[in-house]
């Protein structure tokens, strides 16, 4: 840390002599919800006619001229008291079940539907307990219960369930689905089978689920001994459990030759457990407030690796045979955040400070670099390699560190007149430097896919492409800055003006230091009485160092003694120099928001929002520009506290144009048109992609009955173009046909309309009927054709599900 | 880091000092006090409950009305009061909008006002970093989101039946987003916005609940915190470099489609850089793995990192 930093640092403490309280971003889950219940809100649900006074013939508004809800019915609770809500009741549908986007976080099984809610306050009306359950089907359902004492602590504790499915037809060909072993079916031999000997096991394999369900638990306890202290702690333990698709490749079939190669779509067992913890406390003594906290994760996987039997033949002719690939999946690893924010309010405005240290780290035993035996290559013997003794640690050994420091003041230079300025100082620290190196037998290198692709060992003096062997740490620094002026011309309307520069400092990135300057125009008003007018302009402009399109050179073999080209003493193209990665290349972004609230009646509104976003890399390869754009359109009307009625039209496009070449030749030559990447081999890719979401919704509230009807559609569809200068830019130049330039397109379609009438049979008792419309299509490229086996390639065979079902709910609901 | 930069961040931090003591100098007019300070008298909640009955019969089962049932202190006592401001000079003209403070639109209560209002209460924990916020800077009210008045939403004394819903007032456009192909399960009711977000101020753009995108994304998806042996730069540095935050028409919230993903950065010496048709689907006459399912994703399975020793290319 310089002595910039460090003196900014020295006197954000110095500014902060102490006294305050913390600022710990809450552990999820934020909301215990679910399908039917997503705001997890009360059951509670029959509205109150007289609205929320009895002096107003309309709803009132909040000061944006938002309308505000009409409240429930309120329960009478006395001390002593309890209010509860039991509603029980069944659902069923008539929908295919492998409908994987119906049923992805929910779990529509005709099952049983419960939800019950309790409360009581205690005698002295102090404390309280409350019980809140909810569950659709099995997986999709939460708890809470929670007591304590107002104002004095509360204890509560938490239980949710969230189930996330990926197919529901997937192909089972392996056996051991769910463990870190993944056997090839009976008949079947590692590394040596023909194509109707897999088609043959495919046709007899079953097809199933995959999914993860997490499981969540947790309790808090919040104790505030006064009303200038608050004592938190936060507890949750979530288990993530079940299956998903996960990817798998020995030698890549395009390099390979007819009958070669394989690319095996294999199955992740997720077996997470993660461990979250939060304390700390939070202050207010005068003007001076503080937050400090702990948090801390603990996150362990229970598969360590995931080992697959290899149903293709490798090599066809190669005497080696390549049974088995091994994944080191997600290691354990841990997480510890201690932060400390304060603020003093001043005379003529507020000081805030926050100073946040996080380190990561991860220290899980390493796997052998193969877990084959045998010989693949002369100069390559898999028993050199596939052994514990072949590593250069046993252990990961590896750590982040971040911390971030920031302060800011806000300050009133005159009563209309309000300065803000903040400096924002962020350092990501990669500690950790691993070399793939061999002792025991002396060699820097690694094992390509469990030897299924050339050769990665290093040897000096031998003509070779290099390859990289050691971890980079892409280690940053950020300095921001920014200034503000805020000022009021008339009441209720504000003009601000900021400008800030953020400074970033990149170790071993294309880009190694880069500013980026921007100025901020806002305007928010209330100031006309049928209106409320929120507006911002930004522009901002990103320029860096030269951009150098192979920083990792000392990570690569090309940098060690004895490294020889098939060029002399200059490796081959890494790649194409013109390339600019769009996350650290040059840019220039402008955006407009708008957001205008038309208070069109005293019950009514349309607020209308735009928004334009265009990013410019100006780059000649790589992404070109990206253009956002979105308008929607609300409308909202309560003409009386038992009547809404809303609708909303939103559209969204975005358009992008990216730029590459196909390397077809092979020199140290880096220019774009040159010998390695010729301008006879470029292209472009261009995507536009168009979505609209629309709906509408009433709900009516009379007497003996309640009808409730929400509609919602999603129309998504991208539109991917492409053009090349000459066929050579193609994947299989000659084998390719008349390629369009268009891909299909990928569309999705997604429609919800759900109905309810509740209807009142006494003043405790309601009768609910229920119904959802839920249909949906996807078309995707990626999955057009998609067969279980193509040549040497194994998938799940996941298809893409049209689907449309009814969902069809009653239940008895008691209030007491 | 650069010479600009020492002295920048050098030179502001003094500044900050200095403004520092000139904001601890007193002033007459201040912008944290209140414009149009109410007076008068408290006359107690019997009095405000023997008009406003209705409004009372839905305050008494809040959060507030149990806590000032047990005041622990004496501006808790003034139940009512201790929001509205002292009643006295509202009883002389109940239709004089000034002569009480109120938190809705037709309010002469300036937003400023209001709001202290409820820091008198709230002070500090997430609020601290709420002036400078952007939703402080477009003049939100508390009372935009939250109304104490009755209890809409299990918990918050939220405006409406929970924060999504609440949010979604104003930004429709995120909103939608969930309803797309791929998308965190928000409208399923399994995490609100402020999972991500903290709309009372936050030390990190657009106010994240988190020091960076990142670990705001680790919360949930803590397998992908590493650190790996073997890091990918663009994960390590943003997730949203690959990812959208709210949903997309492409699969695994991803910004765009497989493998131009990939092929946007990468354009190494090899296979990266091939331009894949509709001929390479599997549909086509020439399908390749490189484009189908999960295209790059197919071999490069660990994208986000790899613990492996032979991992480097994310193939283990």
Known sequence: MNAGIFGFCFAGLLLATFPSVVSAEELPPSVLGNTLNPTGSGLTDRVDPRGMTLFKQRVSRSPAGILYDTPRVPSIIAPGGWTGTVDIGVLTNDGPEEATEFNEYTDWKRSALVAFDFFRLSEDGRGYTELSVGAVGRDDQYGSLEFGSYGSYVINVVHAKTPHVFSQDASAFFDGIGSEYLALPPGLVPGANSSDEIDLALTVSDRGTLSIERTLNGMSFKLTPNEDVTLFLDFTSERQQGERPFGGAFLPTFYAGSGSGGVVETIEPVDYLTHSLSLGLSAVVGSYWLNFSYNGSLFENKKDSLTWENPFTNRVGDPFTLERGRFALYPDNQSHNLKLDFARSLPRGQFTTTISWTSMTQDEDLLPPTINTGQPRPNLDLDDWNTLDALPRKRADAEVQNMLVQSSLNMVLAPRLTFRAKLRYQDEDIRTDYTAFNPSIQQIGYVAVDGGFGNRSFEPGVNSSPFQFRSIPFDRKTLEMTAAIDYRPWRKTNLGVEIAREEVDRENREVSSSDDDLIRLTLSSRRLSWATVNLSYEYSQRDGDDYDPYPYARFFTASLPGYQSPFGTTPPAFTLDAMRKFDVADREVAKLKARVRFLVRDDMDISVQLQREHTDFEADYGVDYNDRDTFSVDFNFQPSPTTNLYAFWSWFNRASEMANIRDTGFSPDLSAGGSTYPLDSAWRESTDERSYAYGFGLSLHLTRWQFSSNLSVSDSSTQMDYSFASSNALAAPGASGNPSGRFPDIEHRNLQWTTEIDWYLTSKLTLRFFHRLDAGELDDWHFDGLQERIGNQLYLGIDLDDYEVNTFGVSVRYTH | ?316
């Open chain 2, 1 to 316: 880091m650069s010479v600009w930069m020492r002295r920048g961040s050098g030179a502001l931090g003094i500044f900050l000092v200095l403004a520092y003591a000139i904001a601890c100098t007193p002033t007459r007019e201040l912008v944290t006090k209140s414009q149009t300070q109410i007076t008068g008298d408290y006359l107690g909640e019997q009095i405000c409950m023997s008009c406003h009955q209705a409004e009372s019969s839905h305050w008494v089962h809040t959060l507030h009305a149990r806590i000032f049932r047990n005041p622990r202190n004496e501006l808790e006592a003034k139940s009512c009061e201790a929001c509205h401001g002292p009643g006295s000079r509202h009883l002389v003209d109940v239709n004089d909008r000034s002569r009480i403070i109120a938190f809705t639109r037709q309010s002469q209560t300036p937003i400023m006002q209001q709001n202290n209002q409820c820091t008198t209460c709230h002070a500090g924990k997430t609020h601290l970093y709420w002036l400078g916020s952007s939703h402080q800077l477009n003049d939100l009210a508390c009372s935009d989101c939250h109304n104490p008045m009755a209890e809409f939403s299990a918990s918050g004394l939220l405006r409406t039946a929970g924060v999504s819903k609440t949010c979604s007032s104003c930004h429709r456009q995120e909103f939608n987003e969930f309803r797309k192909r791929s998308h965190m399960p928000l409208i399923e009711g399994k995490v609100s916005c402020i999972d991500c977000h903290s709309p009372h101020g936050s030390v990190t753009s657009p106010l994240l609940a988190g020091d960076s995108v990142n670990q705001v994304c680790f919360k949930c998806h803590a397998e992908k915190r590493g650190p790996f042996i073997w890091e990918h730069a663009p994960v390590r540095d943003n997730c949203l470099n690959c990812h959208e935050p709210h949903g997309s028409n492409h699969d695994q919230l991803l910004t765009t489609a497989r493998p131009f993903l990939y092929q946007q950065c990468h354009t190494n010496r090899g296979h990266p850089n091939d331009l894949l048709t509709e001929a390479n689907l599997g549909s086509g006459t020439r399908p390749d793995p490189r484009i189908l399912n999960r295209s790059c994703q197919n071999c490069h399975a660990q994208i986000h990192g790899s613990n492996h020793p032979s991992g480097v290319r994310f193939h283990r």
